[in-house]
């Protein structure tokens, strides 16, 4: 490989220009920007590669003495990373909550990067901060829904925050936690508040013994993030077990008040609207009035779920929704935006200023940009993809897409419950499902006796295992697998497929090609056969 000239006049033209319109970047640049789904296709290698393999590629911990030409550096990265990424553009993609994008934003991520400004203070980033304000307050209405004199009142105003961007939904349940705590355990004329004092002495000023935080064992493994930076500590995440994947109602009472009574006080109950496993929604309205009955803080991490309130027809799923102090979404989810688009929302504009740091040299009192209230210092412009996104898709084009998945998430669940050898394990109720590989003697397991039954299941849950890694290295397409209890099977933790129908150029030829691969894969295996020979007894 030759080497590129070090000097001076060399780095100059690399900060200004191109090496020339036939160089390989702007090949990949005209290619992207043609037909995304063909460059990925073409350059995404479609076969068995070990991670082990990859390493090889990029072993080595010294930093290159020598610059490199642009477009042979843009070769080697075509061939050692672009060839053993994952192509989550693909259609038959649908493990994760990654998905095709727009192709607008490859032009919008050239403008950002170009532009790169940074919303930490508006005098890096000017007319971003009004943006990322508006976007905000975008959000915030697609929630709370208040009025007009409400949004012209708090919008701009620099002594308030509707809420934060993150660079995603583990940043903003960290600052939706950080602005309860505290809130919690502020200033009252006596004591100067935790942020000041910590929390030692925020435990003997206010008289707790502990302060904790509750959800249902499906809540995401950012929480558990969130009481190790608080200093609340693990032992404080109160994860209550729901085989129901719900959180309910009358157990979060129950645990609460036990919790409270020992001497603690519950500081927040995280109701969840989209779980990561399942899609299942907690019953957010009566978790706001239990929240009430204690005390707490009501934040609703809907990451995922959050962009069913474009859907005039499954809004409802979140309802209560409004009543949160501060929710939690992620605009790179359901929303389609590049990563890096989490926001935290706050349903008082006065909250986040429970958070409020200045700095004289940047972070200056009065000012409007939204850095003094964010856990972030430096931020790119994300909230300009959002933005953009709001206003090209709309209301309407949103509900359409949400509208969409859900309807193929049950479509699929048919195509499942329909076919001998599959068995769906949670229906969607967003469009996230659960289910896996049953051979049709099988059909009465539930009915058998629990060891009996539970034999069976651990042969199923090797199957399932075994299937989704073999799909997996065959890369034509990609589901992904969990443990969850199944309450038809007393509760047992089983393994399954987990499916993620977000992706708007899938179809049902796709999800039928998914299946037929599975069976086949799974024929092949000695561990089939033996499950297909067992001969269940008759039920009387």
């Not at 460059?39 to 290698?45: A, G, P, R, T």
């Not at 707790?208 to 558990?224: A, V």
């Amino acid at each position: 490989m030759s080497k590129a000239e070090v000097s001076l006049d060399h780095l100059f033209r690399v900060f200004t220009k191109p090496e020339h319109t036939d160089s390989t970047l702007a090949k990949i640049e005209r290619h992207l920007s043609d037909n995304i789904s063909d460059f990925l296709s073409q350059h995404v290698v479609t076969k068995k590669t070990s991670l082990e393999e990859i390493e090889k590629d990029f072993f080595s911990a010294a930093v290159p003495d020598s610059p490199e030409f642009v477009s042979e550096h843009a070769e080697a990265l075509l061939d050692k990373l672009v060839a053993h990424s994952v192509n989550t553009y693909a259609p038959t993609f649908i493990g994760h909550m990654t998905s095709a994008l727009p192709y607008f934003h490859l032009s919008l991520a050239k403008l950002l990067v170009g532009l790169n400004q940074n919303l930490v203070k508006i005098e890096t980033s000017k007319a971003f901060t009004p943006l990322e304000r508006q976007t905000l307050g975008m959000m915030h209405n697609l929630i709370y829904q208040q009025n007009d004199a409400f949004y012209e009142e708090y919008l701009h105003n620099a002594n308030h925050s509707l809420g934060a961007f993150c660079s995603g939904g583990t940043i903003a349940n960290i600052t939706a936690l950080w602005v309860a705590r505290n809130q919690l355990l502020g200033p009252d004329g006596k004591f100067p508040g935790v942020a000041k004092a910590g929390l030692a002495a925020a435990y003997r000023h206010y008289g707790y013994e502990n302060i904790g935080i509750m959800s249902s064992n499906r809540g995401h493994y950012s929480l558990s993030k969130t009481v190790d930076i608080l200093g609340i500590g693990r032992d404080n995440m109160l994860t209550v077990h729901s085989p129901s994947q719900q959180l309910e109602a009358e157990k979060a009472l129950a645990v609460g008040k036990a919790y409270q009574e020992q001497g603690n006080k519950l500081l927040a109950i995280v109701g969840v609207a989209g779980t990561t496993e399942t899609g299942h929604v907690d019953p957010l309205d009566e978790l706001a009035d239990v929240a009430k009955e204690l005390g707490c803080w009501f934040h609703v991490d809907a990451a995922w779920g959050g962009a069913t309130l474009f859907s005039e027809a499954y809004r409802s799923k979140l309802a209560g929704i409004e009543k949160a102090d501060s929710v939690t979404i992620d605009a790179h989810k359901q929303m389609y935006v590049p990563m890096g688009a989490g926001m935290a929302l706050f349903k008082d504009p006065r909250h986040s200023n429970a958070v409020r740091h200045h700095a004289q040299y940047i972070l200056r009192q009065g000012s409007k940009d939204l850095g003094a209230t964010t856990l972030e210092g430096s931020r790119n412009g994300m909230a300009m993809m959002v933005y953009s996104s709001l206003h090209i898709f709309g209301r309407r084009g949103y509900e359409l897409l949400i509208d969409k998945s859900i309807e193929q998430a049950k479509t699929f669940a048919a195509m499942i419950d329909a076919h001998p050898d599959f068995e769906l394990m949670t229906a969607p109720i967003l469009s996230l499902l659960t289910y896996r590989l049953r051979p049709s003697a099988l059909a009465k397991l539930e009915d058998m006796p629990c060891d009996e039954a539970s034999s069976i299941n651990k042969k199923l849950d090797s199957l399932t295992v075994r299937v989704q890694k073999q799909q997996r290295e065959a890369g034509r397409s990609f589901v992904s697998r969990t443990r969850i209890e199944i309450a038809k099977y007393q509760g047992e933790t089983t393994t399954v497929f987990r499916v993620v129908l977000a992706n708007p150029l899938t179809t049902e030829s796709h999800l039928s090609a998914i299946l037929d691969e599975q069976l086949e894969i799974a024929k092949t295996m000695k561990l089939w056969s033996e499950l297909t020979a067992i001969v269940l007894p008759k039920i009387a």
